[in-house]
């Protein structure tokens, strides 16, 4: 699966199998996730792209056919070392991987999860407990809970002992600010989530899918104290990979759960339209 120029569909294309080389691992790919970022590298609009035509796709899992690091037959996760955003991703059946972007799979954890858990749980565990530094007992505040990350967010907070609030539910009578936000929707609504915060508070920008503009009263930001941090997981990938083991034991234990819809390979497309469907739920991965 190839996009041959910036904004067109993928197509589905036969490629060469990709040669063994050092430093790299070859692997069979059991499923292959489509993401906000994949669109967003497909349409020519992020910083990084690898030059076209391309292989779209940052995520997988599979079984190792030949590394130097890894046994044959193991089961990994893919994901970071440039793979879909600096040179050919994951959408294929045979993948070409720089050896740090796999990881160890558990038995216990799918193909489709072990392909899609990386990026909302990660990205949800360093926007609560590195960039927001979530405190027990503390109330948190949500935007995009139905989504894949909005929604682990809720898990974890609820798990570290804190309130939470979810942006379009009913709060009932307690209208009690809050200390976090953690913003998964961006985009004009921002600025009102904004003053549902205590002074001093924080608020984690993770995404941007209601909008890339917002505007802002900067004397009342300033007045009231309150901290923009936007989350950027391509320079916080360290901390996401620490926090890989807890996450994936929590999967395999109950304690955290991701929504999946599949797709065959070759409907790709349609992937990366459901995604951009306001209200879709959970994650979109492609298997072979």
């Known amino acids: 699966m190839r996009i041959h120029g910036w904004g067109e569909p993928p197509r589905l294309e036969e490629l060469p199998e990709p040669a063994p080389q050092p430093g790299r691992s070859l692997v069979r790919m059991a499923a292959t996730t489509v993401s906000h970022l994949d669109r967003s590298i497909a349409a020519g609009s992020f910083l990084r792209h690898p030059p076209l035509p391309y292989v779209p796709g940052v995520e997988a899992s599979g079984t190792v056919l030949q590394s130097e690091r890894f046994d044959v037959g193991t089961r990994v996760w893919l994901r970071g070392a440039g793979l879909g955003t600096a040179e050919d991703g994951t959408w294929r059946e045979t993948i070409s991987a720089p050896d740090a972007a796999l990881g160890l799979l558990p038995e216990a954890i799918s193909m489709p999860l072990g392909a899609a858990f990386f990026s909302p749980c990660t990205a949800a565990w360093v926007a609560l407990f590195e960039v927001g530094a979530l405190q027990a007992g503390e109330r948190v505040l949500v935007s995009g809970a139905s989504g894949a990350v909005g929604g682990v967010a809720v898990q974890l907070a609820r798990g570290a002992g804190a309130q939470v609030g979810i942006v379009g539910e009913d709060d009932g009578d307690d209208e009690r600010p809050f200390d976090l936000l953690i913003d998964a929707v961006g985009g004009p609504p921002h600025a009102g989530l904004l003053a549902r915060l205590v002074p001093g508070g924080r608020a984690v920008l993770v995404g941007y899918t209601a909008g890339r503009s ?58 990366l339209a459901w995604i951009a469907e306001r209200g879709h739920r959970g994650r979109a991965v492609l298997l072979p």
């Open 214 to 271: 917002v505007a802002l009263d900067l004397a009342e930001l300033m007045q009231r104290d309150l901290r923009l941090l936007p989350l950027n997981m391509l320079r916080r990938e360290a901390a996401a990979r620490a926090a890989v083991p807890e996450l994936l034991a929590r999967l395999v234990d109950g304690r955290l759960e991701l929504a999946l819809r599949t797709f065959p390979l070759s409907q790709a497309a349609e992937a």
